[in-house]
């Protein structure tokens, strides 16, 4: 059964830097697309970044601040997240996708193509 976990999060100042870990079981992540979001309260879920086997893609809010990288012999990906803004402060979520998606350009930026969504980890930033 596919289950992602995220752990990392915490409370960090504006400028500092966190990294985030997404653990998979049911599922080997280097064959499949995984996506990064966040959610502030009163939002909706936000794109943040998405890797696949080739590429790595990010939104233009993260750009040049957050990395996603991937440990094969651990099955773990992780969001380096660096200059952290207030802004910045979320929930944070990794998943895969839930069907086999084609025809579709730019779908890994889309939340409803993603599921299932585990807890996720809360990440504050704040002085």
């Known amino acids: 059964q596919l289950q992602l976990v995220e752990s990392g999060g915490g409370l960090v100042q504006p400028g500092g830097s966190l990294r985030l870990s997404c653990v998979a079981s049911?599922?080997?992540?280097?064959?499949?697309?995984i996506g990064w979001f966040r959610q502030a309260p009163g939002k909706e879920r936000e794109w943040v970044g998405s890797?696949?086997?080739?590429?790595?893609y990010y939104s233009d809010s993260v750009k040049g601040r957050f990395t996603i990288s991937r440990d094969r012999a651990k099955n773990t990906l992780y969001l380096q997240m660096d200059s952290l803004k207030a802004e910045d402060t979320a929930v944070y979520y990794c998943?895969?996708?839930?069907?086999?998606?084609?025809?579709?350009?730019?779908?890994?930026?889309?939340?409803?193509?993603?599921?299932?969504w585990g807890q996720g980890t809360q990440v504050t930033v704040s002085s």
């Open positions: 998943a895969a996708p839930s069907a086999l998606v084609s025809g579709v350009p730019g779908w890994y930026r889309q939340p409803h193509f993603y599921g299932p």
């Open positions: 049911g599922l080997t992540l280097e064959d499949s697309v």
């Open positions: 890797i696949t086997q080739t590429m790595t």
